[in-house]
């Protein structure tokens, strides 16, 4: 039984990891879609308005336009200009002026997005008349060649187009006239400020249906996990209670079968001493018989269901007569008594009371202890009752099953310990029947403590 619901637990997490893998590559995926999606839209906007700087400034167009001539033909004229060709370029005097109308532009075409911008330059390639290129340099973008923008990194930005310009002319060296072309070539980066939350927001059905689904399956599995724990834990406990019904009424069942048997024989029914003793083993096994009887039937009744006769008792009175009742019955045990002298009356069940409290005490005899201290004080409203005795103890692992029905604790010496395991949960109920509470506070080794606390009132 175990192994298969080891199985099946661990069957059950792998379809969970594989689904919300699963669950997992499709958020991703639709991510990236709608990242490329809105990158899409950024581009098809951004383009339309830098298709051309002459449709932005067609002043700063001619500038730049003149710049580039003037350095090709410098260049061409003296090879040695190519050092200070690409200064030029990224120092030229219209840089800020063109920066900030692209600016402007963006802000009134697409005042939704805060937009930063690089139109960096990639290269600067001039064709003589013989139509062989020169290329005075070819660089992959880096945000150093930054013709225009304030965008200060390319590492978040993406590219939006590159634009390729040529221009032609022609100019007289040593009394010769030669054509030439230039080409060049920039392209244009940016950035748009939260571009994530932006794509997030637009697929936020998507996710919170990605996050609603895993929770559920999690939430499903562990309900599933707990409910197999459960119904484990109480076909343990059914069990374990069988077998502990069934040792408890084979002793009974045994002595009847043989008193029965020796009653049968003439010689003892003929022997009247013989014949009481025998009889009186046979009540005394059916009065035991029938103990264990009532004592499954109303140790399992839950405090609701149990009826209470209550009359007003008066402490610490009341509980000093069953320490004094107890110590009669185990006078081996050393009991020591601690009980705050002030007279308090409360109303209670004396009968069920009586008895939650001898459980508790048999309980500490039952696993080990030889000394028990009792102690009772008026606390907070409340009237307590602590129990401690320096049995072998219960570990802290333990505490929260120690209550439960059919319950006992399997460790060390334990094992030995007869009963069907409803004397602690008689007295939680019986307690709590009496709106109070108990606690337990003990470690393996170094006894336990139970604490009852239970309600002043007149009812």
């Avoid at 209550?403 to 709590?432: N, P, S, T, W």
Wanted: some cysteine.
């Amino acid at each position: 039984m175990k192994k298969k619901i080891n199985l099946l637990i661990g069957f059950s997490a792998l379809v969970l990891v594989v689904l919300s893998a699963i669950q997992y590559y499709l958020v991703k995926t639709t991510y990236e879609y709608k990242v490329e999606q809105f990158r899409s839209e950024i581009k098809e906007k951004i383009a339309k308005i830098t298709n051309d700087y002459s449709d932005i400034d067609t002043t700063i167009f001619s500038k730049k336009d003149l710049l580039y001539k003037q350095l090709a033909e410098n260049y061409i004229r003296d090879k040695s200009t190519r050092f200070h060709i690409k200064n030029a370029l990224l120092q030229n005097e219209f840089k800020s002026e063109l920066t900030r109308k692209l600016q402007e532009e963006f802000e009134n075409e697409i005042p939704n997005l805060t937009i930063d911008f690089a139109i960096v330059l990639d290269k600067f390639v001039i064709y003589d008349a013989t139509k062989e290129a020169d290329t005075i340099f070819a660089e992959k973008p880096f945000i150093e060649n930054k013709l225009y923008g304030d965008l200060a990194s390319l590492d978040d930005a993406f590219l939006i187009r590159n634009y390729v310009g040529t221009t032609s002319g022609s100019f007289k060296k040593q009394e010769l006239s030669s054509d030439y072309k230039l080409l060049t070539e920039d392209t244009l980066y940016v950035s748009i400020k939260n571009w994530e939350y932006i794509v997030l927001k637009r697929m936020a059905l998507i996710l919170i249906f990605a996050v609603f689904s895993i929770l559920t399956l999690i939430t499903l599995f562990v309900i599933a996990l707990k409910a197999l724990i459960k119904q484990k834990k109480i076909s343990d406990i059914k069990t374990d209670f069988i077998n502990n019904i069934t040792h408890e009424l084979k002793t009974p069942l045994t002595t009847l079968s043989v008193s029965t048997k020796i009653l049968e024989r003439k010689e003892i029914r003929e022997n009247d001493e013989t014949y009481n003793t025998v009889l009186g083993t046979i009540i005394r096994q059916n009065n035991r018989l029938q103990n264990l009887i009532d004592q499954v039937m109303t140790n399992s009744l839950g405090f609701e269901e149990i009826e209470l006769h209550k009359e007003k008792v008066l402490m610490p009175d009341f509980l000093n007569s069953i320490v004094n009742d107890f110590q009669i019955a185990y006078p081996d045990i050393l009991i020591e008594k601690m009980l705050d002298p002030k007279k308090i009356s409360i109303s209670l069940d004396k009968f069920h009371l009586t008895t939650a409290i001898t459980n508790v005490l048999e309980n500490a005899v039952k696993y080990g202890c030889t000394n028990i201290k009792v102690k009772a004080s008026l606390q907070e409203g409340q009237f307590a009752i602590s129990i401690s005795d320096d049995g072998i103890g219960i570990s802290k692992n333990k505490h929260s099953l120690l209550f439960d029905k059919f319950y006992r604790v399997e460790q060390g010496d334990l094992h030995d310990a007869k009963g069907l395991g409803l004397g602690l949960y008689y007295v939680d109920q019986i307690i709590k029947a009496h709106q109070g509470s108990i606690h337990v506070i003990s470690d393996l080794g170094k006894g336990a403590t139970f604490d009852l606390r239970l309600q002043i009132t007149n009812g």
